[in-house]
Structure formats: structure tokens, C-alpha cells
């Protein structure tokens, strides 16, 4: 875990996102946090790094999400050397 984050604000704020129940709550709450082009990029983010593991090139990445190519290599990076936040969430979620 990357100490820099791990502070008392952003404790704070995961506390808040694990106290919502559904996902319109999800929408309300991020809806009121984050720009739409935030939420945008977290989202394209999260289907590239799915794409990725279903081993997509990526150009097919580029053509379907718009992500540049630096995107997809960050995410790439994280998902071959990050913390594992991705993999978890893909076990949980059945997106193997």
C-alpha cells in the first residue's frame, strides 16, 4: 500500500464508500464527488484493466474504450505490479 494515500481524509472517504448499499446509492454519492469526466475516467480505467486480463491488444482497447495508449499501459503496470485492488475486485465481481 502506497503510504502517501493512507491518511485519515482517505480513510475517511473509503469509510463513506463502503456505507453504500446499491448501486444507485453509488450513483447519488459519486454523482456529488466527482466531475462526470472523473467518473468517466475511473470507469474506462476499470474496462481497460478488464480488458487486459482477458488478454485484448491494445489497439482493441484503444478502438472500444478510447483510452490512450498511456492509459492502458498505467493500468497494464498496475495490473502486473500494483497491489492487486484490480484482481480482487475481479474475483469478486466474477470478472475473470
Do not use: P
Not at 473509503?14 to 454523482?31: G, H, M, Q, T, V
Request: net charge negative; hydrophobic share 35%.
Amino acid at each position: 500500500m502506497n503510504k502517501k494515500i493512507k491518511t485519515e481524509a482517505v480513510d475517511s472517504l473509503f469509510d463513506a464508500i463502503l456505507s453504500l448499499e446499491n448501486r444507485e446509492e453509488c450513483y447519488s454519492f459519486f454523482e456529488d464527488l466527482c466531475t462526470v469526466n472523473e467518473l468517466l475516467s475511473l470507469s474506462q480505467r476499470f474496462e481497460v484493466a478488464a480488458m487486459l486480463k482477458c488478454r485484448k491488444t491494445y489497439l482493441e482497447i484503444a478502438e472500444k474504450t478510447g483510452a490512450s495508449t498511456a492509459t492502458i499501459s498505467r493500468v497494464n503496470r498496475s495490473l502486473n505490479y500494483g497491489n492487486d485492488g484490480y484482481e480482487l475486485v475481479f474475483e469478486r465481481t466474477g470478472k475473470q
